[in-house]
Structures are given as C-alpha cells and as structure tokens.
C-alpha cells in the first residue's frame, strides 16, 4: 500500500529553527509537495521537489531524497505566524496525491 | 480572482437528509478535486475530474456522487447523509503541466456535522 509518514506533533521556540521530516512509499514518484494549513484554514501550497537536493524559498526550504523516499521541510528564524500543520504529499504514477496526516508544529515564545 | 471558493462554509444534517456543495473556480484550471479530511489523517480524494463532463473515483467514493457540466464548477452530492460523513470537505484545482508540477489550490472548506 501506499504510505506517508510524519511526525504527530513538533514544539519550537520562536527565533529557532526546525525540521519536519517525511517518509513515504508510494507506487510511482512525481514529486513531493509540502503545504502549509492554518487551523480552520485551507492548505496552502509551499513547495515542490521533484529532483534530489535543497529547494529554498525565503525562510523555508525542502529536501528530497528519492532513493531513501525522504524529504524534510526545513523552517528558519521561526515566528509565532509559522504556528500550524504542514502537510507533505506525494504525486502517484497515477498523478494523484498521497496525503500524510500533516505535523502540528507549535511556536513558543 | 477569487480563487476557489465552496459553498456553505457551514451545515448541519440529519441522517437520511440530502445535500449539494458547490465548487467554483476562476482560474480556468482544467482538474477538480473533492476532499475530506477527519483528524489525524490525511486528506483524502472522493472524486475528481479532469475536465468539463467527466469525473472519476477516487479513494473514498461511497455515499457520494459529483457532476461537472460546466468547467468552473464542481458539485458533490450527498444522497443520504450518514454520521460518518461528518468531516471537513475541501475543493481543489489544478493545471495539468505535464511535468508533475500540478500543484492544487484549495478552497476555504465547508464543516459539515451529520446528526
């Protein structure tokens, strides 16, 4: 079957820096795309990795590793606004997205 | 642009009853998707469709159906609503780009509890 793994929960100081990990396995690969969703609020769309290496976009960056089916969303100089669920997914051969359960990452002051 | 945006944010129903969400897009994106999402899972595909006219199934089908007659919007139906359709559905778009690079934007979702 096919498969997403992410951490429940993670807890950060504000100022600091975190990384959310995601395992996947799934039948085919046509990238990885992380979201970011406020609570009450819909997904929005923060990155896509369909190569190996680091995508960096302003304070956030992704991960990929195609070959160990990981990839980590890598948050920088966090602010109490970063405080919310994000999701990674992975496109199927199929190109339908396979959803892991999101990580709640809570900022503390 | 608005975006996509989904009607009612908000609805409460009995078991037996029926009832439509609406999906609009002004993107003018070809695939449409229908979500629902429970806690402490992953959202998870009802239908889809890939343009104007045709819709397809995806993970958790039953108990639901969808229509897309015109291509800036999206209805999924619920015949006879059951407690276990008690979630948070949400909408998306895309466009298809051949290389992968679909990404989907999401509607604001509707909160619907099933009594």
């Known amino acids: 079957g096919q498969n997403i793994d992410q951490p429940t929960e993670m807890t950060a100081t504000e100022g600091a820096i975190v990384q959310i990990n995601c395992t996947y396995q799934?039948?085919?690969?046509?990238?990885l795309f992380w979201y970011q969703q406020h609570a009450g609020e819909a997904p929005t769309f923060l990155s896509y990795?369909?190569l190996d290496g680091l995508e960096e976009k302003g304070r956030f960056s992704s991960f990929l590793s195609r070959s160990k089916g990981y990839s980590y969303l890598l948050l920088k100089e966090l602010q109490m606004k970063d405080s919310a669920s994000y999701l990674c997914a992975v496109m199927d051969s199929n190109y339908q997205l396979i959803w892991g359960a999101g990580t709640k990452l809570i900022i503390k002051p | 642009n608005a975006g996509v945006t989904q009607t009612p944010k908000f609805r409460v129903l009995k078991t037996g009853q029926s009832m439509t969400l609406l999906c609009a897009q002004d993107?003018?994106?070809?695939?449409m998707y229908w979500y629902r999402q429970d806690p402490g899972m992953g959202l998870r595909l009802i239908h889809y469709s890939v343009g104007e006219g045709t819709t397809a199934k995806g993970e958790v089908p039953d108990g639901y159906n969808v229509s897309r007659l015109k291509k800036q919007n999206f209805l999924l139906g619920l015949e006879s609503a059951a407690p276990s359709q008690t979630s948070v559905y949400f909408c998306a778009s895309s466009q298809p780009g051949g290389t992968g690079t679909d990404t989907q934007y999401f509607g604001p979702g509707t909160r619907l509890t099933v009594l």
């Open positions: 993107m003018n994106h070809e695939y």
């Open positions: 990795n369909v």
């Open positions: 799934t039948s085919g690969f046509n990238g």
